[in-house]
């Protein structure tokens, strides 16, 4: 007679087949009016995804590696800045959902003899971060919320508010000439927050915070895979515990000097983007964590989809 532990397994793997079997993607460039998809029991083309993504303020990438192309969707889609929208998911789990937002940054095909590979780089954000530049300027009490919706709409970003984001009121009002990317780091530092864009929204969150309250719960019934791995990031900048940082740390103004947290490997989770609050339910570990940085693989036609997540400790 099975074990009650190899009985609960056995489910967890039965749950994992029915729900996270048939793999399915859309990718599409709507400007153009081309998609590529494997919707509706259509076979698609061959296709290889890698999306990493993080909380810092560097655009977040993608690569995608199609097969056989007709040389007039290559023709259509080797253009710099061209618009595109990744979508991946289970057919039986509430189906495709956006992974990722963002324009081309390059498109290389080159023939491997029996096959003719199409490899495209793409960021999030790329056209708001390099070209958003532009002059502001506000009467002395303004508060810094105005000016950073000013900002987002300069750079054409809708504006995500985390969880506890305030701004303070400039006395002396506020002027500023350049590139919004620059205004955001100004007046986010000056408030305790930090900026990143995720899925083509400006999203300001409270350093070591999260955008939301609650999010989604992964457990080996829910799409983990294997055993979380420990993991610690020491400071990046000198250990100088004076009464102000001190000060500042405790009000979440300023990241601590050591982060500790878990490396965790799960299921395609598209809607999981840095900054989320989720929680991990395993045999080692029972918590909520901040997602701090999150990778999406995949193939269409061998391998998993799989999420790999780095994840921060020491939220309530």
């Known amino acids: 007679?099975?074990?009650?532990?190899?009985?609960?397994?056995?489910?967890?793997?039965?749950?994992?087949?029915?729900?996270?079997?048939?793999?399915?993607?859309?990718?599409?460039?709507?400007?153009?009016?081309?998609?590529?998809?494997?919707?509706?029991?259509?076979?698609?083309?061959a296709l290889e995804f890698e999306v990493i993504k993080d909380l810092t303020q560097e655009t977040n990438k993608c690569k995608f590696t199609v097969y056989n192309l007709t040389e007039e969707s290559r023709t259509k889609i080797e253009k710099e800045d061209l618009k595109l929208d990744f979508y991946a998911g289970y057919e039986a789990n509430e189906g495709v959902k956006r992974i990722f937002t963002g324009t081309v940054i390059r498109a290389i095909t080159t023939d491997e003899g029996d096959h003719v590979k199409t490899v495209i780089e793409a960021s999030d954000g790329q056209l708001a971060v390099r070209d958003g530049v532009f002059a502001l300027s506000y009467a002395p009490g303004t508060s810094g919320l105005i000016v950073v919706k000013a900002i987002a709409s300069n750079m054409g970003l809708p504006l995500v508010l985390g969880e506890g984001v305030t701004f303070a009121a400039y006395d002396n009002g506020y002027s500023f000439v350049g590139k919004g990317a620059d205004a955001l780091t100004e007046v986010c530092g000056g408030n305790g927050l930090d900026w990143s864009i995720q899925n083509g929204n400006l999203q300001i969150i409270l350093n070591g915070g999260t955008v939301a309250d609650r999010g989604l719960v992964f457990s080996a019934s829910s799409g983990l895979i294997g055993s979380p791995a420990r993991i610690v990031k020491s400071a990046a900048k000198e250990n100088t515990d004076t009464p102000k940082r001190k000060r500042s740390q405790s009000q979440k103004k300023e990241k601590p000097d050591k982060q500790a947290g878990w490396k965790i490997e799960t299921l395609l989770a598209p809607t999981v983007s840095?900054?989320?609050?989720?929680?991990?339910?395993?045999?080692?570990?029972?918590?909520?964590?901040?997602?701090?940085?999150?990778?999406?693989?995949?193939?269409?036609?061998?391998?998993?989809?799989?999420?790999?997540?780095?994840?921060?400790?020491?939220?309530?």
């Open 274 to 316: 840095p900054g989320d609050k989720i929680k991990v339910e395993s045999r080692m570990i029972k918590s909520w964590f901040r997602v701090e940085t999150i990778k999406h693989t995949g193939s269409s036609y061998d391998g998993e989809f799989k999420s790999q997540m780095e994840l921060i400790e020491g939220l309530e």
């Open 1 to 45: 007679m099975p074990s009650e532990a190899q009985t609960n397994q056995d489910q967890n793997e039965e749950k994992k087949e029915k729900y996270y079997w048939k793999r399915q993607y859309r990718l599409v460039f709507p400007d153009i009016n081309l998609e590529f998809n494997n919707l509706e029991n259509k076979e698609g083309l």
